[in-house]
């Protein structure tokens, strides 16, 4: 195979070839592979801290994609976890599926419900298309509670096996998060291919101005409707990945307090960059115990925290190491 | 004054026909016909307010509407802005639409979304532009937020040559640019229509459109209230006459 160089690159056109250093953006990946390595080497309470973040690192990734390439609005994504994770709960603890197929076959109700969801609501723009995905997002938690036959309500579904194919199981910790971790990474390249191509063009386009994307043959409520699909099959994924590590679901997983955390780690980590879910969920994830030993003034610090971070930080950390990259290619 | 239609010197590519567009309860646009010919740049004028920019979302379908878009002799789907875009009617937004964060050549590229990965007809298109824009072609990998207003005009209009257009419409190009940038990018269209591609182009300043349009549309509360012959026009005073009248 010959890598012929692309016609509508710069270098096609007599410019030379962008010189784009990558040294903060590695500081970022540096940091994240730091911490995810001392919960594997160390193991314990720390490796389930991490292994949570890991798994709201996936969920925020599909946020990212719907929110930060697409820029759009999405309060709901809680929904489509929950209907990945109770798939997979039910499919193997009644059914006695294997985890897998019980995964893709959350993964295909989540994707067939955002399409019966998205075709509708995507029509809606900013705050409309905000409190829409609230809603669902909200009416998927009744359902939850409500629907006791299938979830058994606020008891839960408990017993739900591990992570594993075939005769591999991921049990300790430790097998968890190297799991976590290559699904993470596997996301992380996803989102880079996404962002480089056309797809991920016909994003920016529509998260730019939507006027001007169907102006120039961009069906602009096609694209939304794909990012939209993106992102719960991305979330389904998460809720798949979360019941089979703590082995319990019930409805109080998929709240809206999941849906407030899963933003503070996106525009922490920093909107539509690629590291920023991964740094986002670990630093949100790990502060509060950080602080724990503040006792009455925890909460407190982390607030200042999170303040101190958006004041000085508003992209985000990996939308500042972007930027820095930036600065030094100029 | 002219009745509409006694002008034409080519049968009309594009052909508006009774277009009536609401925003609420307010009538913006009624009944308004528009042709625009092969080799034709034709001007619509008016006051702020007038319904002009309405005038081209409406053609494009990015608003409701009413009446009809003919297209080369065939009807435009009314609420299908990128398929009209697709069939060759193509608009350059007031303000310019330019995605800010993308890079100049990121930028040209969308404007041939619509052909996928032909890397043959992407390069013909681009040196196309450049040959338009020299200057365009030295700033391809700048973040086009990061260019001038003139300089992100020039983007926005090669960008819609890039779709490679059969109707070209321009919503003021000239918005808060300085006069010669103004002057290079309106000889520019010129010699777009005079290569064969018609042009619809809104435009405050009326004397600088009239000096290169073939004709002209006087919008005024949504309503074609004149039609111009700019050879007629022979100085500033005849054209507020019409604007007045």
């Known amino acids: 195979m010959t890598n012929s160089p692309s016609i509508t690159s710069p270098e096609a056109h007599g410019l030379a070839r962008p010189r784009t250093r990558h040294f903060g953006s590695a500081a970022v990946w540096v940091l994240s592979a730091a911490i995810i390595g001392y919960a594997l080497v160390f193991g314990g309470y720390m490796a389930t801290i991490v292994a949570f973040a890991l798994i709201y690192a996936v969920f925020v990734s599909g946020l990212n994609v719907f929110m930060g390439l697409t820029a759009q609005v999405s309060f709901g994504q809680s929904a489509f976890a929950a209907i990945g994770g109770y798939t997979s709960a039910v499919l193997t603890t009644t059914y006695e599926w294997a985890p897998l197929p019980g995964m893709v076959a959350g993964l295909v109700f989540a994707l067939v419900a955002a399409f019966l969801i998205g075709f509708p609501t995507l029509r809606l723009k900013g705050h409309y298309l905000a409190m829409a995905t609230l809603a669902i997002g909200l009416i998927t938690y009744e359902i939850a509670v409500e629907w006791e036959s299938v979830t058994q309500g606020y008891l839960g579904i408990s017993g739900i096996p591990p992570l594993g194919i075939g005769p591999f199981e991921a049990v300790s910790d430790r097998a968890i998060l190297a799991v976590l971790s290559v699904i993470v990474v596997i996301l992380a390249f996803a989102v880079t291919r996404i962002r480089r191509s056309r797809l991920g063009r016909a994003f920016s386009a529509v998260a730019g101005s939507e006027e001007a994307a169907s102006a120039l043959g961009i069906n602009v409520s096609r694209y939304k409707l794909v990012s939209f699909l993106i992102a719960a099959a991305i979330a389904s994924l998460s809720g798949s990945l979360f019941v089979h590590v703590v082995g319990y679901v019930s409805p109080e997983v998929f709240g809206l307090h999941m849906v407030i955390l899963a933003f503070t780690m996106v525009y922490i980590g920093g909107l539509g960059t690629v590291a920023g879910p991964l740094i986002g969920a670990l630093i949100i994830s790990i502060l509060p115990e950080v602080f724990r030993g503040m006792k009455d003034y925890q909460d407190l610090a982390y607030g200042v925290t999170m303040i101190l971070i958006l004041i000085y930080a508003p992209k985000g950390i990996a939308g500042v190491a972007d930027a820095l990259d930036a600065r030094r290619s100029a | ?245």
């Open chain 2, 1 to 245: 004054m002219t009745a509409a239609g006694t002008l034409e010197v080519a049968p009309p590519v594009l052909d508006v026909r009774g277009l009536t567009a609401r925003y609420g309860h307010v009538e913006a646009l009624r009944g308004v016909n528009l042709t625009a010919g092969r080799g034709e740049l034709v001007a619509v004028l008016g006051p702020n307010g007038a319904g002009k920019s309405t005038l081209l979302r409406a053609i494009m379908g990015l608003i409701p509407n009413q009446g009809e878009v003919r297209f080369l002799d065939k009807s435009l789907p009314r609420r299908d802005p990128a398929g009209a875009a697709n069939k060759g009617v193509v608009l350059v937004p007031e303000g310019r639409g330019i995605f800010g964060p993308m890079t100049v050549l990121e930028n040209l590229e969308l404007g041939a979304f619509a052909i996928g990965r032909d890397k043959a007809e992407i390069e013909r298109r681009l040196n196309r532009v450049f040959e338009l824009f020299p200057r365009v072609k030295e700033r391809l990998k700048q973040v086009a937020g990061s260019m001038s207003g003139g300089e992100q005009q020039m983007v926005a209009v090669g960008r819609a040559m890039m779709s490679d257009p059969k109707v070209l419409l321009l919503d003021e190009p000239s918005l808060g640019l300085a006069p010669r940038v103004t002057g290079e990018i309106l000889d520019t269209l010129g010699a777009l229509s005079a290569s064969g591609l018609p042009v619809v182009l809104v435009e405050q300043k009326a004397p600088l459109a009239l000096k290169l349009a073939c004709r002209a549309y006087l919008l005024s509360l949504g309503r074609i209230v004149a039609t111009i012959n700019p050879r007629e026009v022979k100085s500033h005073d005849e054209l507020a006459q019409y604007y007045f009248a």
